[in-house]
């Protein structure tokens, strides 16, 4: 089942918004074993609107158009719909309604331009839009369905799966199957070399890529008679592609992040977490408590950014700093260690370097960065020299750190070990 993606807003084409709802719905929809035939990006042209649905619709039975629903003068995507399925627009006084109530409820008042929203093509079906204003709808131009969503990412991603989905589930293939696997450490050209030859060994396989700066996604896709088969072809395909990649792999599944799996990791093994950061300005903590239940794990996150906070807080001798600067191994060392004792943890982690993009010296160039962890077993320090700008070299110094926080976790005496599987759990 081909299936088309329209996204409606010049906005978009003149590249003033990133447009994430394609990729969402690209991958939303191959998930559900669909496969898509085009992606589509128009300007709020009635021209264009009405030409891009009619042309959609004699090449795929299904077109999920986002965008332009809203009150604007330059929201067209409901009038040129029914331009295209030669109808008129009719009002919907149940959307009217349900408009006039969401204002009511913020204590606000209905603006005239708002009851536009209520209007759609003759005989379509309305989607009601439960978090917005803009309803959705249904409409047939010959075998396609059409399908309209606004294009507010939350309230789009809300109908699809609770409206849409359902409406064209038994139309998939329903014959494949695909795998997300997430890595960081390797580059993907290195990715892609390790992992040739897998779709000769595994007939009905494909292997995709998806760089996502710092880590790459590798999408192992599946089709075979039917669904059962295509599952155990991904099964034994992915057992393959782990083999291959090994300790990169950090956990499965599109919406899996690195800092849960460190997070994982620390709670498995009941590990507490305390960080010191310079140059990364906060971003390792961040990362960790934007995952639900960090603070089971993380004790204390401290940004000490100037030479007097290193030596207030973490108590790092001002002579050590004097004598090897605050880009240092011998300051790393002294900052992951005042870190761990301040707040009595398991394991810490610091940060200290050049994120450009001034600062640098020949001796000590931007992007060196030094990352110290202690634990009671001792304190280990690392030398980086990352490339970019100055936020790929925070990131990359960010990521590096919960990297060493994961291998750290990993091999610390007791507890139990943590394997690949349950990092993906």
């Given at each position: 089942m081909a299936v088309a993606i329209l996204s409606i807003g010049t906005e978009l084409t003149r590249g003033e918004l990133t447009n994430t709802n394609a990729t969402w719905l690209a991958e939303r929809l191959t998930a559900h074993g669909f496969d898509v035939a085009t992606i589509e990006t128009i300007p709020d042209d009635r021209a264009i609107i009405v030409d891009t649905l009619l042309r959609l619709a004699v090449r795929s039975r299904v077109v999920i158009c986002t965008g332009g629903l809203g009150p604007t003068t330059d929201d067209l995507t409901a009038e040129c719909a029914a331009r295209a399925a030669g109808v008129g627009l009719v009002r919907h006084e149940p959307s009217l309604e349900a408009i006039r109530r969401r204002f009511a409820a913020i204590h606000r008042e209905m603006t005239a331009s708002n009851m536009k929203q209520a209007d759609f093509p003759e005989g379509a079906e309305v989607l009601a839009n439960p978090i917005g204003t803009a309803a959705g709808f249904v409409l047939r131009l010959g075998a396609s369905q059409l399908f309209f969503t606004p294009g507010v990412p939350?309230?789009?991603?809300?109908?699809?799966?609770?409206?849409?989905?359902?409406?064209?589930?038994?139309?998939?293939?329903?014959?494949?199957?695909?795998?997300?696997?997430?890595?960081?450490g390797q580059t993907e050209s290195r990715i892609g070399?390790?992992?040739?030859?897998?779709?000769?060994?595994?007939?009905g396989v494909t292997i995709g890529y998806r760089a996502h700066f710092p880590e790459i996604e590798v999408k192992v896709n599946a089709r075979a008679r039917n669904k059962p088969e295509a599952q155990q072809l991904a099964d034994a395909a992915t057992r393959e592609v782990r083999k291959r990649i090994g300790e990169h792999i950090y956990g499965e599944g599109a919406a899996d992040s690195f800092a849960a799996a460190v997070g994982r990791a620390l709670r498995q093994r009941g590990l507490t977490?305390?960080?010191?950061?310079?140059?990364?300005?906060?971003?390792?903590?961040?990362?960790?408590?934007?995952?639900?239940?960090?603070?089971?794990?993380?004790?204390?996150?401290?940004?000490?950014?100037?030479?007097?906070?290193?030596?207030?807080?973490?108590?790092?001798?001002?002579?050590?700093?004097?004598?090897?600067?605050?880009?240092?191994?011998?300051?790393?060392?002294?900052?992951?260690?005042?870190?761990?004792?301040?707040?009595?943890?398991?394991?810490?982690?610091?940060?200290?370097?050049?994120?450009?993009?001034?600062?640098?010296?020949?001796?000590?160039p931007v992007g060196l960065v030094y990352l110290a962890v202690a634990t009671s077993e001792g304190t280990a320090v690392h030398e980086r020299r990352l490339g970019g700008d100055r936020g790929r070299v925070q990131t990359?110094?960010?990521?590096?750190?919960?990297?060493?926080?994961l291998e750290a976790a990993r091999a610390l005496p007791g507890g139990k070990p943590v394997t690949a599987a349950q990092l993906a759990q």
């Amino acid at each position: 089942m081909a299936v088309a993606i329209l996204s409606i807003g010049t906005e978009l084409t003149r590249g003033e918004l990133t447009n994430t709802n394609a990729t969402w719905l690209a991958e939303r929809l191959t998930a559900h074993g669909f496969d898509v035939a085009t992606i589509e990006t128009i300007p709020d042209d009635r021209a264009i609107i009405v030409d891009t649905l009619l042309r959609l619709a004699v090449r795929s039975r299904v077109v999920i158009c986002t965008g332009g629903l809203g009150p604007t003068t330059d929201d067209l995507t409901a009038e040129c719909a029914a331009r295209a399925a030669g109808v008129g627009l009719v009002r919907h006084e149940p959307s009217l309604e349900a408009i006039r109530r969401r204002f009511a409820a913020i204590h606000r008042e209905m603006t005239a331009s708002n009851m536009k929203q209520a209007d759609f093509p003759e005989g379509a079906e309305v989607l009601a839009n439960p978090i917005g204003t803009a309803a959705g709808f249904v409409l047939r131009l010959g075998a396609s369905q059409l399908f309209f969503t606004p294009g507010v990412p939350s309230e789009m991603y809300r109908m699809f799966d609770e409206q849409i989905l359902p409406r064209i589930a038994a139309l998939a293939s329903n014959d494949t199957v695909q795998i997300h696997l997430k890595t960081f450490g390797q580059t993907e050209s290195r990715i892609g070399e390790l992992l040739a030859g897998v779709e000769s060994a595994f007939p009905g396989v494909t292997i995709g890529y998806r760089a996502h700066f710092p880590e790459i996604e590798v999408k192992v896709n599946a089709r075979a008679r039917n669904k059962p088969e295509a599952q155990q072809l991904a099964d034994a395909a992915t057992r393959e592609v782990r083999k291959r990649i090994g300790e990169h792999i950090y956990g499965e599944g599109a919406a899996d992040s690195f800092a849960a799996a460190v997070g994982r990791a620390l709670r498995q093994r009941g590990l507490t977490l305390s960080i010191a950061e310079s140059c990364t300005g906060g971003l390792v903590g961040q990362l960790l408590t934007s995952i639900a239940g960090s603070s089971e794990f993380l004790l204390l996150d401290t940004v000490v950014y100037s030479n007097t906070s290193k030596t207030a807080v973490l108590g790092v001798d001002p002579e050590l700093i004097r004598a090897h600067g605050a880009v240092s191994s011998e300051c790393s060392i002294a900052m992951a260690e005042g870190v761990r004792r301040l707040a009595g943890s398991d394991i810490a982690v610091s940060i200290t370097g050049i994120a450009g993009p001034t600062g640098g010296s020949e001796l000590k160039p931007v992007g060196l960065v030094y990352l110290a962890v202690a634990t009671s077993e001792g304190t280990a320090v690392h030398e980086r020299r990352l490339g970019g700008d100055r936020g790929r070299v925070q990131t990359l110094a960010a990521w590096t750190a919960l990297r060493l926080v994961l291998e750290a976790a990993r091999a610390l005496p007791g507890g139990k070990p943590v394997t690949a599987a349950q990092l993906a759990q």
